[in-house]
């Protein structure tokens, strides 16, 4: 039977570089390699890139335990330097698990960085993220900071 659950997360960065380069990390295909990809033994299948309001972003692939996963993506709002807004749907072993809105925001503070990334997602049929979710855009912004150094 067809269902739906709501969850939201906040996360919060603070990086030595300036917004410019923050945001280059998100807008610049070769800089987003650096840090956007799945965990270790991650097997991309498929990745396109067009950043920019109404462009659209994939990412799919097949990780280490065999499960497949498909990130769809469509930019909805950006302003260089300060502000990402884009929605999602995932996709898990080809079932469809959620739609997502995330906004990025992008502020210079203490001589750096401030990101503050705010998602809310619709998880569908029974679908129980548990967290997951924000473990793994944690795990993102995590290394999205080691690709700044």
Excluded at 101 to 129: M, R
């Amino acid at each position: 039977m067809p269902s739906v659950s709501h969850a939201s997360f906040t996360i919060t960065r603070h990086w030595k570089h300036a917004p410019a380069r923050v945001f280059q990390a998100f807008a610049d295909d070769a800089a987003k390699r650096k840090w956007f990809t799945g965990p270790s033994g991650f097997e991309s299948h498929e990745k396109s890139f067009d950043f920019r309001e109404g462009g659209r972003e994939s990412l799919s692939g097949k990780h280490a335990n065999g499960m497949m996963t498909a990130f769809d993506c469509v930019y909805r709002d950006i302003v260089p330097n300060e502000r990402i807004i884009y929605s999602y749907v995932m996709h898990l072993d080809g079932r469809k698990i959620s739609v997502s809105q995330a906004c990025i925001e992008l502020t210079a503070e203490g001589g750096g960085t401030k990101l503050v990334l705010t998602e809310y997602g619709d998880y569908l049929d029974g679908y129980d993220d548990a967290g997951s979710r924000e473990h793994g855009t944690n795990f993102l912004m995590d290394a999205l900071g080691k690709s700044l150094d």
